[in-house]
C-alpha cells in the first residue's frame, strides 16, 4: 500500500534518463516484483500472456522468455522448462529467483539454436528495440515448427502516443516514465507482416485494463488488474500465432495472399 513519500523515497527517486534508455531498468530494480510497483502493469500483462500459453505437450517441453526482465511470467507456465533471455544483470538475477534458466542475451541476435522453444513469449519488448526484423526473425528461428508465440506490444499510431506516453505515464499503474520511445511503437499490421514472412501466422488483438479492477487499483494498490481483449488494436496489443510447418510455409510463399486471409 502506498502512502506520503518518505524523505528516503524521495531521495531515491531515479534519475531523468532518455527515454528507452536501458538504465532505467536498473534504476527501477527493486520494483520488479511489488505489485505497487513502477512495473505493476507487467503483472497484469503476464496473467494475460499466460491464458495463450499452452499446456506443455511433454516433460521437457521448453518456453523462452524474450525480455524476460525478473520473469513475471513464472506463475504462469507450469511445467515449462523456463528460459529467459534480456540484457539486464539484476532483472536476470531475480528472474532466476523465480526458477527460470536465465541467459544474458539481446534478442536481435540471440544465443540459442534453431527450433528450440515449443513457445517463445516477447511480452513488451517489440516496442523498444531499434531493429524489429531481426527480433521478429529471431523470434521466429528459435521456435518449433507447429510452436506457439505470444507477443504483446504498443501500436504505432497517434492515439498510442498521446495515452501511452502522455497520458498513462502519469497514472499508477501506467508505464514508468520515459521507459518508452513512440518511435518504435509498432503497427499491428507491420508485425503480422514481419511474423508471416518468417513463417509464423499472427493473430493480433487489442488489450484493456478491466475498468472495476482499475479503479480498486487505484483505491489501494494491492489487488491485479484484469485485462479484457478488445477487437481493435489501438494503442496496447496482443499476439498469438503459430509457426508453419515447412510444408506449409512452402504453400504460403507460393501463395502468400491466400494464407495470409485465412
Ligand atoms: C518493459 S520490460 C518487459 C519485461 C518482461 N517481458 C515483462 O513483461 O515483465 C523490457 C525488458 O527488455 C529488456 N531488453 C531491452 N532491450 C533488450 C534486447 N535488445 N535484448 C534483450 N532484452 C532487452 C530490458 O532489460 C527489460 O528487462
Known amino acids: 500500500v502506498t502512502g506520503p513519500r518518505t524523505s528516503e523515497q524521495r531521495r531515491r527517486r531515479p534519475p531523468r534518463r532518455p527515454r528507452n534508455d536501458l538504465r532505467q531498468y536498473d534504476d527501477l530494480a527493486d520494483h520488479w516484483w511489488r505489485p505497487d ?86 511480452g513488451e519488448i517489440f516496442e523498444h528495440v531499434a531493429d524489429l526484423e531481426a527480433a521478429v526473425s529471431e523470434t521466429a528461428r528459435i521456435l518449433k515448427p507447429g510452436g506457439t508465440v505470444v507477443v504483446d506490444t504498443i501500436a504505432d499510431n497517434l492515439l498510442a502516443r498521446i495515452v501511452v506516453v502522455h497520458v ?5 499503474g501506467g508505464p514508468p516514465p520515459r521507459i518508452h520511445d513512440p518511435a518504435y511503437f509498432v ?10 514472412g518468417h513463417g509464423v501466422t499472427l493473430r493480433t488483438q487489442g488489450l484493456k485494463v478491466h475498468p ?51
Not at 536476470?92 to 513457445?119: K, M, N, S, Y
Not at 498513462?168 to 499508477?172: A, D, G, K, S, V
Not at 508485425?191 to 508471416?196: H, T, W
Open 168 to 172: 498513462q505515464e502519469r497514472l499508477p
Open 37 to 122: 510497483g513502477a512495473f505493476a502493469a507487467l503483472h497484469w500483462l503476464a496473467q494475460a500472456r499466460g491464458r495463450y500459453v499452452p499446456p506443455p505437450s511433454r516433460d521437457d517441453a521448453v518456453l523462452v522468455d524474450l525480455a524476460c526482465g525478473a520473469g513475471l511470467m513464472a506463475p504462469h507456465v507450469d511445467g515449462y522448462r523456463h528460459v529467459g533471455v534480456d540484457l539486464n544483470h539484476a532483472a536476470l538475477r531475480q528472474a532466476a529467483e523465480h526458477g527460470l534458466e536465465p541467459i544474458r542475451g539481446d534478442i536481435t541476435r540471440l544465443p540459442l539454436p534453431d527450433a528450440v522453444a515449443d513457445v517463445v513469449v516477447a
Open 187 to 196: 503497427s499491428p499490421r507491420r508485425l503480422r507482416a514481419l511474423f508471416d
Open 212 to 262: 472495476i479492477d482499475y479503479l480498486r487499483f487505484l483505491r489501494d494498490r494491492s489487488r491485479p488488474v484484469r485485462m479484457l481483449t478488445a477487437r481493435a488494436s489501438l494503442t496496447l496489443y496482443q499476439g498469438i500465432g503459430a509457426k508453419r510447418s515447412s510444408r506449409t510455409a512452402a504453400i504460403a510463399a507460393e501463395a502468400p495472399d491466400e494464407i495470409e486471409d485465412a
